[in-house]
């Protein structure tokens, strides 16, 4: 089996069904050049949807949703706060594709929601919504395979946020009328798509060198 890269220019990069002991230097610099410069590694069928779902991809999306309520109260960047599980979600789908992408919302959005004092509902909603516009996205602007995960992950940001405003409006029984703060949402959408770019790199460079040989959860 060859590995295709969805969404982008390059195809047949190196076979994926070779032990890892029996791949040459060369395999092993094709297919790190190829998650790396022509985009997300998907498999190579045409009629793809996207990586199956693994029981390690949600046991990661558990640890993420407890990661980002333990660090969302304590890291503050130029007084806005990153969305680490906004930005998981944005890697996750424009990488695997879109059912891993809102396993990932939903999972990970509903362990930080039981741990944040936030609306109960509101941050698995808010990312689903995430999950589905980048997905659509994609399908547009995914040969972008670099620039296309910073803008997704400023534009999610945006959308998480009035989201999370319009639940939590909806709670108090209040409307948001103008009070939608602006000069926090925008600096809190830059820092997220910072944090996309940055963490970009490490996490192909982890799927080259931990692809999972895993059967599907379901």
Request: with cysteine; charged share 10%; glycine share 10%.
């Amino acid at each position: 089996m060859w590995a295709y890269v969805s969404r982008g220019t390059c195809s047949r990069i190196a076979p994926l069904d070779l032990p890892l002991q029996a791949r040459s230097p060369q395999v092993t610099g094709f297919r790190a050049t190829g998650i790396l410069l022509c985009g997300p590694l998907n498999p190579a069928r045409p009629d793809d949807q996207g990586a199956p779902i693994t029981y390690s991809s949600i046991l990661l999306a558990i640890l993420v949703g407890i990661a980002h309520a333990g660090l969302a109260p304590a890291v503050v960047v130029g007084g806005v706060k990153p969305n680490l599980v906004l930005v998981a979600v944005v890697l996750v789908t424009t990488n695997f594709g879109f059912s891993v992408g809102i396993t990932w919302a939903f999972l990970a959005g509903l362990v930080a929601n039981l741990l944040i004092p936030e609306p109960l509902g509101s941050i698995p909603l808010a990312l689903l919504v995430v999950a589905a516009i980048v997905s659509g996205g994609g399908r547009v602007l995914g040969r972008l395979v670099w620039a296309y995960p910073i803008l997704a992950a400023f534009v999610g940001s945006i959308v998480a946020d009035l989201v999370s405003l319009a639940a939590l409006s909806l709670v108090g029984g209040s409307s948001l009328g103008t009070t939608v703060p602006l000069q926090l949402i925008v600096p809190a959408a830059v820092l997220n798509a910072a944090t996309t770019g940055l963490l970009m790199i490490p996490m192909r460079l982890l799927m080259l060198r931990y692809r999972p040989d895993e059967k599907p959860a379901w």
